[in-house]
């Protein structure tokens, strides 16, 4: 009844930017906590950024002062604007929400991810 589509991904030089979107839709009451993981080949997958529907943010260490987590709850969007990007942030990114119906508990949803590759 939900999902998440992302966009935004794709093949960059170094140093370069990209600008990930992820929409959600479907049978919605109220979307909390959204948020952007990443996955590399051979590891785990990893927060990156998160935010509250308050606007509250958190970063992980190795993107910060880089990368900008961002929501527009009208549209129920949520953002992550990837600014001099590094060969070791090449991975698939993954949109993350936490979504209420109204008919029980916030359940956690995730997209199906889009790749960003940074080359040398």
């Known amino acids: 009844q939900v999902q998440l589509v992302e966009s935004g991904g794709g093949l960059v030089q170094a140093g370069a930017s990209l600008r990930l979107s992820c929409a959600a839709s479907g049978f919605i009451f109220s979307i909390n906590a959204m948020g952007w993981y990443r996955q590399a080949p051979g590891k785990q997958r990893e927060p990156v950024a998160t935010?509250?529907?308050?606007?509250?943010?958190n970063y992980a260490d190795s993107v910060k002062g880089r990368f900008t987590i961002s929501r527009d709850n009208a549209k129920n969007t949520v953002y992550l604007q990837m600014n001099s990007l590094k060969p070791e942030d090449a991975a698939v990114y993954y949109c993350n929400a936490e979504i209420g119906s109204g008919l029980g508990p916030d359940v956690q949803y995730w997209g199906q991810g889009t790749q960003v590759t940074v080359s040398s």
């Open positions: 935010i509250t529907r308050g606007g509250s943010t």
